[in-house]
């Protein structure tokens, strides 16, 4: 059988943006396929690549095999789907053009990833006479710069039961389908065919209305077969993850905004992947900032990193299901412990807050081990309208919305204050003025940020009650404030920016060139040009015919002066 990936150039000839080049819509949706497997000789094994020529490091290679199969203590028969998180190896490539513009408009918590590739996972343990070891193990692995959970298990439950029972060729289709693809464009619904099916997706926007309406499904002319609408590329059934730790939310919740060391110990990675993207989201619209594994092995190139007993346990949340890790973690301050879900009559059980010294035996029972005392109340009515929503048999999903809106409506009360303070540090705008360097924004003051918390704090938009300050104190000393300050500076930076060439833009630039000598109608042309490819470069957002209008000055300037600096110049 011919291959068709063998002789397609190299993935660079796709970095370019030319979507006519072989793999470039492919590769603006995964990075790769893998297919790993169980040898007896290698142990776990890569088996397939596609495309061929894209470039895996031996390192990466390694933490994929390891990290495609559930450990022996999950003892995951038939299929598993989970989802893991890798660190690239350094100098892997810089950001391709088309990231930074789809970074540039999509919410910060679906943005693509720098430094880390997603895997998503369908494993199939069967067993079978035919093999040594008597089953049938094997993982097909959507390995991606992008966190859309949803989407690829969605895509995975379409293609791997139909790729195990006739392999390679279904994934020549399949690779082949993708790379039809129109690329992920925040704002806009897609729909992408694949093996039959069309799937309808909506890419988020960073101006989406928070916590709005589900997708809806969009007319579509002709289409044939009908599209399958996907509410979300990458929503969980949060109800569902947090149904054993519902009493505890508020503890998870400022566990997870203060970025503190934690480790979710699961029954199966599906359990713990799930889990510990649910505590991520739980912050959302805030990005969480530290380092988190969906699923951690001891295998892991990081394990001896995060493991260390010679100083304080890392900013990472981790996601892990070898009992090996108790013993392993016992310095760690939090540890949620998970077993299989259990009813307490028609109640999920509840499990309970255990101090850190009860977790040593190997046999640990299910629990919260910390030592950790909540800033904020619990929101008792939360609470039990969740609980007396299982009695009455409430859907998960509606279960879901009305946690996400809890949690959405808690993390905006939280960063309303400091989005306000943050806004205060802007210079005017009539400070911004064509002949002058922009003006600087205003540092940061935890002692006049905290000032104004008595009067314009989260008590206006929530009713829990609690030491408020004493949580904002402990949060501006953590990633996660310092991450979302940076963005907000670098994007208020940008606004500055904007203002201060659509402030050039409407002065007359002419004019003051008449009395002006050629060197210094030189340094003006060479700084205007500076600034025109910084604000395409940063996709800067301007009023239309900004940019234009500075092209026209420009050549009328440069049209001005004598005609060797004109050929310089030019």
């Known amino acids: ?25 492919f590769s603006s949706w995964l990075e790769c396929v893998c297919v790993v497997t169980f040898d007896l000789e290698l142990g776990q094994a890569i088996e397939l ?15 994929i095999c390891y990290l495609s199969f559930p450990d022996s203590y999950s003892g995951c ?63 097909l692995v959507l390995v991606s710069q992008f966190p859309y959970v949803h989407l690829f298990h969605s ?74 609408l996907l509410p979300t590329i990458h929503e969980l059934d949060l109800f569902r993850c947090f149904q054993s730790v519902l009493v505890h939310l508020q503890m998870l919740w400022e566990l997870t905004l203060l970025g503190e060391p934690l480790i979710v110990m699961a029954p199966s990675p599906t359990v713990s992947s799930e889990t510990v993207l649910a505590l991520i989201s739980s912050i959302s619209p805030l990005k969480f900032c530290c380092d988190f594994r969906p699923y951690f092995t001891v295998h892991d190139s990081e394990f001896r990193e995060f493991t260390t007993r010679t ?22 301050p939090h540890v949620i412990r998970l077993g299989e879900l259990k009813m307490a009559g028609d109640l999920p059980k509840q499990v309970k807050v255990k101090k850190p010294s009860k977790l040593k035996a190997l046999d640990t029972k299910p629990g919260i081990y910390t030592s950790y005392t909540t800033f904020l109340h619990k929101d008792k009515i939360l609470i039990k309208r969740l609980l007396k929503g299982i009695q009455r048999k409430r859907p998960s999903e509606v279960q879901s919305v009305i946690l996400k809106r809890h949690l959405l409506e808690l993390t905006q009360s939280f960063i309303i204050p400091l989005e306000r303070y943050m806004a205060s540090l802007m210079p005017l705008q009539r400070s911004v003025t064509p002949w002058k360097t922009p003006p600087q924004i205003r540092p940061f003051s935890q002692d006049d940020f905290l000032a104004t918390l008595e009067h314009a704090g989260p008590q206006l938009t929530s009713p829990l009650k609690g030491d408020w300050i004493g949580l904002y104190r402990k949060f501006l000393r953590c990633q996660n404030f310092d ?18 060439l659509e402030a050039i833009c409407d002065a007359d630039l002419l004019g003051w060139t008449r009395d002006k000598s050629e060197v210094e109608i030189v340094d003006l042309v060479l700084k205007l040009r500076e600034k025109q490819v910084k604000a395409r470069r940063q ?31 030019s």
């Open 49 to 63: 690549v596609y495309p061929q020529d894209v470039k895996l490091t031996e390192k990466e290679k390694t933490s």
């Open 77 to 139: 028969l038939g299929d598993t789907q989970f989802s893991f998180r890798l660190r690239q190896s350094v100098g892997r490539r810089a950001p391709k053009v088309r990231e930074d513009v789809y970074n540039g408009d999509a919410p910060v918590a679906l943005q693509a990833e720098a430094s880390h590739f997603f895997g998503y996972v369908y494993f199939r343990q069967v067993k079978d006479v035919s093999v040594k070891r008597g089953y049938f193990q094997k993982s």
């Open 1 to 25: 059988m011919t291959d068709p990936f063998a002789a397609s150039p190299r993935r660079e000839a796709a970095d370019s943006g030319d979507s006519r080049r072989p793999w470039a819509r």
């Open 155 to 228: 895509l995975l439950r379409i293609i791997a039961p139909e790729f195990f029972d006739k392999l390679e060729p279904v994934l020549e289709t399949v690779c082949n389908e993708i790379d039809q693809w129109p690329p992920p464009v925040p704002g806009q619904t897609l729909n992408l065919p694949v093996m039959g099916v069309v799937l309808q997706v909506r890419i988020p926007s960073k101006s989406d209305k928070l916590g709005g309406s589900p997708v809806r499904n969009t007319p579509t002319e002709n289409l044939l077969p009908a599209p399958t």
């Open 483 to 500: 991450g979302w300050y940076r963005h907000r500076h670098r994007e208020m930076s940008q606004k500055l920016e904007s203002l201060h």
């Open 539 to 569: 996709q800067l957002q301007l009023k239309d015919g900004v940019l234009d209008r500075l092209d026209g000055f420009v050549s009328a300037i440069v049209g001005s002066l004598p005609g060797d600096l004109q050929a310089v110049l």
């Open 311 to 332: 100083q304080a346990p890392p900013s990472v949340l981790l996601g892990v299901t070898n009992p090996f890790f108790i013993k392993t973690f016992q310095n760690w």
